[in-house]
């Protein structure tokens, strides 16, 4: 560092918003790029995109990583087919919610899929096959919901289930499992 470099460096976080690519103005104001701030300046952000367009004339950022393409499959930001491609079939479980502003709302999911978490269950819904998480206090058929639940094994019980099963083995809680999950089998 030199001497006057608290004088000339245009380079600071912004106090507001925390994002790295502010600057402090020339008078000793703060001016950010983004967008949310009250420290938000256009002029910076335009200066900033013009920047990264010349350093990345070839770069192309209509569509995030992953997402469309040529010769690839659709896919949303998550992973999950976004072409409407899941389907679940005979396992379809329809879980009636309330959401946060009251308004009823219905989802169609996989019950295969249902997992606990906490206050909430996640399930992946029809159909794009995203995994969401619904506050189990706002679910209007929990018991039916439940039960799905509890007709799978965890991650972990079907590891055990799966362990004991391929290889003709067995424990004394692959036996509890069993009598639990008769009908399961490995995928």
């Given at each position: 560092?030199g ?6 460096s245009?380079?600071?976080?912004c ?6 690519r502010?600057?402090?103005?020339l ?10 701030c009250?420290h ?13 367009a010349?350093?990345?004339p070839?770069?192309d ?13 659709e896919?949303?930001a998550f992973?999950?087919?976004s072409?409407?491609?899941f389907?679940p079939?005979p396992?379809?479980?329809e879980v009636?919610y309330r ?8 989802f169609?999911?996989d019950?295969r899929?249902v997992?606990r978490?906490?206050?909430h269950?996640s399930l992946?819904v ?6 969401i ?14 039960a799905?639940v509890?007709?799978?094994p ?9 362990y004991h099963?391929?290889r003709?083995?067995?424990?004394q ?7 639990r999950?008769p009908?399961w089998?490995?995928?």
């Amino acid at each position: 560092m030199g001497w006057f470099d608290f004088i000339f460096s245009r380079t600071a976080t912004c106090p507001n918003c925390g994002d790295p690519r502010a600057r402090n103005s020339l008078f000793g104001g703060i001016r950010c790029p983004n967008r949310a701030c009250d420290h938000f300046d256009l002029e910076l952000m335009h200066e900033q995109s013009e920047s990264f367009a010349r350093n990345f004339p070839s770069a192309d950022f209509s569509a995030p990583a992953g997402v469309g393409g040529a010769g690839r499959k659709e896919r949303s930001a998550f992973g999950a087919p976004s072409s409407g491609a899941f389907d679940p079939g005979p396992h379809l479980i329809e879980v009636r919610y309330r959401n946060f502003r009251g308004e009823p709302c219905a989802f169609q999911g996989d019950n295969r899929t249902v997992r606990r978490r906490g206050n909430h269950l996640s399930l992946q819904v029809a159909p794009t096959g995203t995994r969401i998480a619904l506050d189990r206090d706002r679910i209007q058929n929990l018991a039916e919901v439940e039960a799905c639940v509890r007709a799978w094994p965890t991650p972990r019980e079907a590891h055990v289930l799966r362990y004991h099963l391929r290889r003709g083995t067995t424990s004394q809680l692959f036996e509890q499992l069993r009598r639990r999950f008769p009908d399961w089998q490995p995928s």
